[in-house]
């Protein structure tokens, strides 16, 4: 991982579910198991069905939440406080990575398609409190979701971000088109590497992958 492609860089942009966290800590098991629960009691169908739209809409849409909204006109409200309403007690403070994201020069920020509140929680039990400049939910975005142009528009426009110097660190490649469409550096954030001309970097440890950076 060439150090040189970000010496430019004075913007940094981090997912968070899988990304600040690692995938073992299983999240979003729990948060994909109330969403199913949602679904099934908002739409009045059976749980196969449930778990069928609720992967369905997220090909489709980005989230399940967009799919819901477009579809049935879902309050978006009701069902992020649900979804979101999950134990943190299997994630551990990160030591390394607090001091490797405290060190980071320039704009640091968190944007992610579940809604802030939740966020913060999950930065709290991470350790991570007081490191970013903002946090962004996709109540910022006017609920539309990544991968969609329009929403890192909005969140960037907001932000202030230059995209130009700025990098993102995901863990859906989906999500890493947009930001490669607006200049910035993108980082892969997964336990498999995935090749595609829009990512830029991969890491299955992103904890080491700031460490090298600095």
């Given at each position: 991982?060439?150090?040189?492609?970000?010496?430019?860089?004075?913007?940094?942009?981090?997912?968070?579910?899988?990304?600040?966290?690692?995938?073992?800590?299983?999240?979003?098991?729990?948060?994909?198991?109330?969403?199913?629960?949602?679904?099934?009691?908002?739409?009045?169908?059976?749980?196969?069905?449930?778990?069928?739209?609720?992967h369905?809409?997220?090909?489709?849409?980005?989230?399940?939440?967009?799919?819901?909204?477009?579809?049935?006109?879902?309050?978006?409200?009701?069902?992020?406080?649900?979804?979101?309403?999950?134990?943190?007690?299997?994630?551990?403070?990160?030591?390394?990575?607090?001091?490797?994201i405290?060190?980071?020069?320039?704009?640091?920020?968190?944007?992610?398609?579940?809604?802030?509140?939740?966020a913060?929680?999950?930065?709290?039990?991470?350790?991570?409190?007081g490191?970013?400049?903002?946090?962004?939910?996709?109540?910022?975005?006017?609920?539309?979701?990544?991968?969609?142009?329009?929403?890192?528009?909005?969140?960037?426009?907001?932000?202030?971000?230059?995209?130009g110097?700025?990098?993102?660190?995901?863990?859906?490649?989906?999500?890493?088109?947009?930001?490669?469409?607006?200049?910035?550096?993108?980082?892969?954030?997964?336990?498999?590497?995935?090749?595609?001309?829009?990512?830029?970097?991969?890491?299955?440890?992103?904890?080491?992958?700031?460490?090298?950076?600095?």
């Amino acid at each position: 991982m060439p150090k040189i492609h970000f010496t430019h860089v004075t913007g940094w942009v981090f997912d968070l579910d899988n990304t600040l966290y690692p995938p073992h800590a299983r999240l979003f098991d729990q948060i994909e198991a109330r969403m199913t629960q949602f679904v099934m009691e908002a739409l009045g169908v059976d749980q196969p069905r449930a778990n069928h739209l609720r992967h369905h809409y997220w090909q489709t849409y980005g989230t399940t939440l967009a799919g819901l909204m477009r579809e049935h006109d879902v309050d978006p409200a009701p069902y992020l406080t649900h979804v979101h309403d999950i134990s943190l007690d299997h994630l551990e403070v990160d030591t390394a990575l607090v001091d490797h994201i405290r060190a980071l020069p320039g704009r640091k920020i968190v944007y992610t398609n579940g809604c802030a509140p939740y966020a913060e929680r999950v930065i709290t039990a991470r350790g991570l409190s007081g490191l970013f400049d903002a946090v962004y939910g996709v109540e910022h975005a006017g609920f539309l979701p990544k991968p969609e142009a329009a929403a890192f528009d909005a969140i960037f426009a907001l932000d202030g971000m230059q995209t130009g110097t700025a990098a993102m660190f995901e863990d859906d490649p989906r999500n890493l088109a947009a930001p490669h469409a607006l200049g910035m550096q993108t980082v892969h954030v997964a336990p498999d590497a995935l090749k595609a001309d829009h990512i830029h970097h991969h890491t299955d440890d992103l904890t080491g992958f700031l460490a090298r950076l600095l």
